[in-house]
């Protein structure tokens, strides 16, 4: 079945009906998450002298980004159905035909996707540099990707506002600079997520030599997150590849599941260490004060595995896990 918009399956316009629904839900999960995530990073703690430090401003200030970022994309969708539904004489689908995909609402649409998906990406990004001893050279392809992606997404908005009433958005003018993004994203994100949780089985395995605790729970979090997000930007793709209308659908369901994997991995982790410290006092296996330095570091002098310096400490408070 042809749709006006280009493109056969599920029309876009059934799909933007579909979307709000989904995105709607998706959107009440993440408004949990996020007040989760805010207790876990505000939470008065004991090992600060004043009540400033207590607050992590930086992973505050991009968890509370997304939550902004995803509540003015569902604010946009709920205009756009209201003028649809509403106040349109002729009906949705007239409606969709007569404003296609360029219009202001569908614009800021689509930068705040690529937004949010630049900052989720750049967040991860630094995770897996601080879960790496701030090793530059392991971030470097992924940083490479991570500028294509932001020229590939430049390229995706400006042939959106480009588009012209009777081309089809899966024309190939149209179509490769999405599709380049959504790879590239996806290199992003399986890419650092697999490096990541490498890493901290390494450091598991190691801190099992000093009873120093475990890492895997840590590990599985930041595991299973990244396979939500794969398998949603795969299923993106799939439809993408195909001319679906349907990827509208996970696409703006995506904006959602990123805010909520972020806040979900701080959230997940950070009442594991509250859970943690309650039970356990002053060890040395507390998620906060676990080693992601060299190889030298626990190996060569064991009297120092109980006794990190700073640098070398990674505290997901802080955004390194």
């Known amino acids: 079945m042809t749709v006006p918009l280009g493109g056969t399956g599920l029309s876009y316009a059934a799909s933007a009906f579909l979307s709000i629904i989904l995105e709607s839900m998706f959107y009440g999960l993440f408004v949990f998450m996020f007040a989760i995530s805010s207790f876990v990073l505000c939470r008065k703690r004991?090992?600060?002298?004043?009540?400033?430090?207590?607050v992590n401003i930086p992973v505050l200030a991009v968890s509370s980004s997304m939550f902004i970022i995803a509540s003015m994309h569902l604010g946009i969708d709920a205009y756009s159905a209201m003028e649809a539904f509403v106040y349109f004489p002729k009906g949705a689908f007239a409606w969709l035909l007569s404003t296609g995909t360029n219009t202001p609402a569908a614009i800021l649409k689509?930068?705040?996707?690529?937004?949010?998906?630049?900052?989720?990406?750049?967040?991860i990004i630094y995770r897996l540099y601080k879960v790496w001893g701030d090793n530059k050279l392991i971030c470097l392809p992924f940083v490479l990707c991570f500028f294509a992606s932001i020229a590939t997404g430049i390229g995706a908005i400006t042939s959106g506002v480009l588009r012209k009433p009777t081309?089809?958005?899966?024309?190939?003018?149209?179509?490769n600079w999405p599709l380049s993004f959504y790879?590239?994203?996806?290199?992003?994100?399986?890419?650092?997520?697999?490096?990541?949780?490498?890493?901290?089985?390494?450091?598991?395995?190691?801190?099992?030599?000093?009873n120093a605790g475990t890492l895997l729970p840590v590990a599985v979090v930041i595991v299973e997150s990244g396979m939500v997000y794969a398998v949603f930007v795969v299923t993106l793709l799939a439809f993408f590849l195909s001319n679906s209308g349907a990827y509208k659908i996970v696409q703006d369901m995506l904006i959602q599941i990123i805010g909520l994997?972020?806040?979900?991995?701080?959230?997940?982790?950070?009442?594991?260490?509250?859970?943690?410290?309650?039970?356990?006092?002053?060890?040395?296996?507390?998620?906060?004060?676990?080693?992601?330095?060299?190889?030298?570091?626990?190996?060569?002098?064991?009297?120092?595995?109980?006794?990190?310096?700073?640098?070398?400490r990674i505290d997901v408070e802080k955004g390194e896990v």
């Open 261 to 312: 994997v972020f806040c979900g991995i701080i959230a997940s982790v950070g009442l594991r260490q509250l859970e943690s410290n309650k039970s356990t006092t002053g060890k040395s296996s507390k998620v906060s004060a676990l080693v992601f330095g060299s190889e030298s570091t626990a190996t060569a002098n064991p009297s120092r595995s109980r006794s990190y310096s700073e640098q070398e």
């Open 110 to 123: 689509t930068v705040l996707y690529h937004l949010q998906t630049t900052l989720a990406d750049g967040f």
């Open 167 to 175: 081309q089809s958005i899966f024309s190939a003018s149209l179509h």
């Open 183 to 210: 790879v590239l994203t996806f290199v992003v994100n399986v890419g650092c997520t697999s490096l990541m949780a490498y890493r901290i089985w390494v450091v598991n395995r190691k801190a099992k030599i000093f």
């Open 46 to 54: 004991t090992d600060v002298p004043t009540a400033l430090a207590n």
